[in-house]
């Protein structure tokens, strides 16, 4: 499926935007096939534990962070909001991640925009661990841009991998 835009913004942007154009995506269970082994459970426990967020920020840390999805360039289109765990606290939320991240990278965008907002590279790679390293999760689009200073280089190279 292909979509025109695919952001990452601060949820608190949306508040103030009245008439809202946004439009909510639920977070139903999926279904997917996918093998969750022992030693990949182990893993993601070990990352609740230790509070491994999804998305990382360029200067505050504390803020929720969603994906926008633009279906068409129109701006009186509705955005479509993902709002996603910032950081997982059980298998359930880390399990819901991995399906919609899985989603993402089945669709084709014309664009994409990071304004100090990326997906944590450490959360992707616990997310996809089992996966053949054959077949990277990448995002497939037309144009990207990343408005990141503050982030550091090794993080922007592997982000650049997904892209």
Not at 23 to 37: A, D, H, R, T
Not at 91 to 111: D, G, K, M, T, Y
Not at 116 to 139: G, H, T, V, Y
């Amino acid at each position: 499926m292909e979509f025109f835009k695919l952001s990452l913004i601060n949820a608190e942007t949306m508040d103030s935007q009245q008439p809202s154009p946004f439009m909510f995506i639920g977070l139903e269970p999926l279904v997917f096939e996918f093998l969750l082994n022992e030693q990949l459970m182990e893993k993601w426990k070990a990352a609740i534990a230790k509070s491994v967020p999804l998305f990382l920020h360029g200067f505050e840390e504390d803020h929720t962070s969603v994906v926008q999805i633009d279906k068409a360039g129109l701006r009186q289109n509705p955005r479509h909001i993902l709002k996603l765990p910032n950081t997982p606290k059980n298998l359930e939320e880390i399990f819901i991640v991995r399906c919609w991240l899985e989603q993402l990278f089945n669709c084709a965008f014309i664009e994409t925009e990071y304004q100090n907002i990326i997906f944590n590279p450490e959360m992707i790679n616990l997310l996809f661990d089992n996966e053949d390293k054959r077949s990277l999760k990448q995002f497939h689009v037309n144009s990207f841009a990343l408005f990141a200073p503050q982030v550091r280089n090794d993080i922007i190279e592997f982000f650049l991998t997904l892209v």
